[in-house]
């Protein structure tokens, strides 16, 4: 089955770019995603790529995608601290495929 | 228009126990999917309905089932309850089958003792 692998941590300054890095196994998603996780909360969608874009811009967020290493990337310019949660990345097969989850913790 | 709820938002149960977990999906969404969200393995897929009917599922054992009602909303139940099926239930939902953006709701924390 498809396995989806983050790094677990990262830590940035206030102000500085994230970013979070994404691994997966199974090419056959139609999208990829990026949800966001506050303490105590559901998940929030923060933006998603087709898989036959390489990049897909959304304000502070920039979606990186390389098709041939299986390799997703979502940076996050100007990193504030309310940007400090779990970031999941997904992938839709016939259902959502989540990976392990980044935390990222802003200080200042 | 008001985001998906569920109810209840924290529960706790004993072994052996079973337990109903509700969703209301955002108005004029039809399809809702649940994931069971635990620190050992992260966010799995439970299963997916769609007009009163289960439409994926995924690999949890047959303790697990739900159903959905014709208003779309939906329920799952866990029945013989085990120290292992504390987690986080998330309910998701979008308009129809073939949409892509789902949208979560706030999860019932299910604690068993």
């Known amino acids: 089955g498809e396995d989806v692998e983050q790094s677990l941590f990262l830590s940035v300054r206030e102000g500085d770019s994230s970013v979070i890095n994404c691994t997966y196994t199974d090419s056959s998603s139609t999208y990829l995603y990026w949800y966001k996780q506050e303490p105590g909360a559901g998940l929030q969608l923060l933006t998603y790529?087709?898989?036959?874009?390489d990049m897909k811009q959304d304000q502070r967020l920039t979606v990186l995608l390389n098709k041939k290493d299986k390799h997703l990337s979502l940076r996050i310019a100007d990193t504030q601290t309310g940007d400090s949660a779990i970031y999941f990345c997904?992938?839709?097969?016939?259902?959502?495929?989540f990976g392990t989850g980044t935390r990222l913790q802003v200080f200042p | 228009k008001a985001g998906v709820t569920q109810t209840p938002r924290y529960l706790i149960k004993t072994r052996g126990q079973q337990v109903t977990l509700s969703c209301s999906p955002i108005s004029g969404h039809r399809s809702v999917s649940w994931y069971q969200q635990t620190p050992g393995q992260g966010l799995q897929f439970l299963f997916e309905y769609f007009s009163e009917t289960q439409r994926n599922k995924g690999n949890f054992p047959g303790r697990f089932s739900g159903r959905q009602f014709s208003n779309s909303r939906s329920e799952m139940n866990v029945s013989t309850l085990e120290l292992g099926d504390s987690a986080l239930y998330l309910c998701a939902s979008k308009p129809e089958l073939a949409d892509n953006e789902q949208f979560f709701g706030p999860g019932t924390r299910l604690t068993v003792l």
């Open positions: 997904a992938g839709d097969t016939d259902k959502l495929i």
């Open positions: 790529i087709f898989s036959n874009m």
